[in-house]
């Protein structure tokens, strides 16, 4: 015998390639965990203060860049949330870096996807921004909505911002100078206080 398997001669060559369902699974896999990751992000005590400072002394900071990438996410502004998860994780911020990572595996961006995993895995074993210590802030969004966004995520569901809380991120000022990164929304030094007003104004 030649240890060949003739089920193996047998196959078509096309049946060689990846299967299209683990594919599927797996980008419904890495939105699922994307969804977690922004909803912790959310529900760290420092994420308003992180927010308010991301421009301080002329310093843009990762930490409120990660924060606003998030905000921007979960508002369906996808393009913004790459921009400031790329400039957070331009600035070290590992958490930023897996944000791409999932959100390009999500879309089917397997190459891109890498990239960003690599990019991860890297900064992760380097020093954080210092965002994660306990903040007398109350968080950016309630309790009610993290919970809200958690059960969505165990229902497979993508989570997004009231509609309130989106209009708020649909606002900021805008730049769209730049071929590469048209319409970007920018950060506003009243963008904490707004969240705020909208999450307390009553449904109607």
């Keep these: 015998m030649n ?14 390639g990846p299967a299209p369902a683990p594919l599927r699974l797996a980008h419904r ?17 420092a994420s308003a203060a992180s927010l308010a400072r ?4 002329e310093v843009e900071r990762p930490d409120g860049a990660l924060v606003l990438g998030v905000l921007l ?16 994780a331009g600035g070290g911020s590992h958490l930023a870096a897996s944000c791409l990572w999932f959100w ?20 992760a074993e380097l020093p954080q921004p210092d965002w994660r210590l306990a903040s007398p802030d109350r968080p950016l ?11 969505l995520c165990k229902q ?36 904490v206080h707004r969240l705020r007003s909208a999450a307390e104004e009553p449904p109607r």
């Excluded at 699922?32 to 005590?45: D, F, G, K, R, W």
């Excluded at 969004?141 to 966004?149: G, I, K, L, W």
């Design 54 to 57: 991301l421009v301080d002394s």
């Design 104 to 123: 390009h595996q999500s879309r089917g961006e397997p190459r891109d996807a890498r990239f960003w995993r690599l990019q991860a895995e890297s900064l």
């Design 156 to 191: 497979g569901m993508v989570p997004r911002l009231p509609p309130r809380l989106a209009a708020v991120l649909k606002s900021l000022p805008v730049e769209d100078d730049d071929g590469d990164w048209p319409e970007i929304p920018h950060w506003s030094p009243d963008v």
């Design 73 to 88: 996410h979960l508002a369906d502004y996808q393009e913004g949330a790459r921009f400031w998860w790329e400039f957070a």
């Design 3 to 16: 240890g060949s398997s003739p089920t193996a001669k047998a196959a078509p060559e096309h049946a060689l």
């Design 29 to 45: 896999q890495a939105r699922h965990e994307l969804a977690l990751l922004c909803s912790l992000v959310l529900a760290n005590p």
């Design 141 to 151: 969004v309630s309790r009610a909505v993290r919970a809200e966004f958690l059960a």
